[in-house]
């Protein structure tokens, strides 16, 4: 299957820095990037679905000025967690799907996933 | 409000048996349907997906079934193996948001 990249794979930070979590997808164009979280036993919630050279949109309770995402080329998309808080720390994963012909295709494949730690 | 439930959390079953997962949805303009695996701290992977124009996709040991008036879908592995243990999450797109939308997980346990 496709693949896609997601760095670091974990970090830790301190309260009140940033840090910026990065999903490449390697061997397509995905036109369309989701980001999830996932707290401890619990499902993937969807954070937000960015589509290339547009804004995000942002799921409802998502702050979209501390959680911000740029989806600048059809490679990469980039989240950044501003002003980090210990309640921010959990597991974030990003997908990528390619919607355009002659790459359509409906799944959507996983990075593998970023904990953060925020002290 | 949950649009996609997998009502069981966990489920045992002993190798070369099958296993059945459940995932039931509220939204009949939910198209695509999709099953992924989990480990702790990974990325899901992808495993088999059905479109709503199908009642049925088979892919080796793993089937999905769908069961569009009952907005019900499922997941058979036969024969189960250890190695299939983990968490299995369904997971929904609307073709009218685009939006991939997950259950909340069945942790499967093979036992040898």
């Known amino acids: 299957g496709a693949v896609v990249s997601q760095h670091p794979s974990w970090v830790i930070c301190k309260s009140g820095t940033s840090v910026k979590i990065e999903c490449r997808s390697l061997?397509?164009?995905?036109?369309?990037m989701f980001w999830y979280r996932q707290f401890p036993k619990q499902s993937l919630m969807l954070m937000a679905t960015s589509n290339e050279g547009s804004k995000a949109t942002y799921e409802q309770g998502v702050e979209k000025d501390k959680f911000l995402i740029n989806h600048a080329s059809l490679t990469l998309s980039t989240l950044t967690v501003t002003s980090a808080h210990p309640e921010d720390s959990s597991f974030y994963i990003c997908s990528a799907r390619a919607d355009r012909p002659p790459q359509a295709d409906t799944e959507a494949f996983f990075g593998q996933g970023t904990r953060l730690t925020v002290v | 409000d949950q649009q996609v439930k997998q009502n069981s959390p966990s489920l045992s079953v002993q190798e070369g048996r099958i296993s059945i997962l459940n995932c039931d949805y509220t939204?009949?303009?939910?198209?695509?349907f999709l099953w992924y695996k989990k480990y702790p701290a990974e990325g899901p992977t992808f495993l088999i997906s059905?479109?709503?124009?199908?009642d049925k996709n088979e892919d080796g040991r793993f089937t999905v079934f769908l069961n569009k008036s009952a907005k019900h879908l499922s997941l058979h592995i036969v024969p189960s193996q250890p190695g299939d243990s983990a968490v299995y999450f369904c997971?929904?797109?609307?073709?009218?948001?685009?939006?991939?939308?997950f259950g909340q997980g069945t942790t499967l346990q093979v036992k040898p």
């Open positions: 059905i479109s709503s124009i199908k």
């Open positions: 997971a929904v797109i609307s073709s009218n948001t685009g939006k991939l939308i």
């Open positions: 061997d397509f164009q995905a036109t369309t």
């Open positions: 939204n009949s303009m939910f198209d695509y």
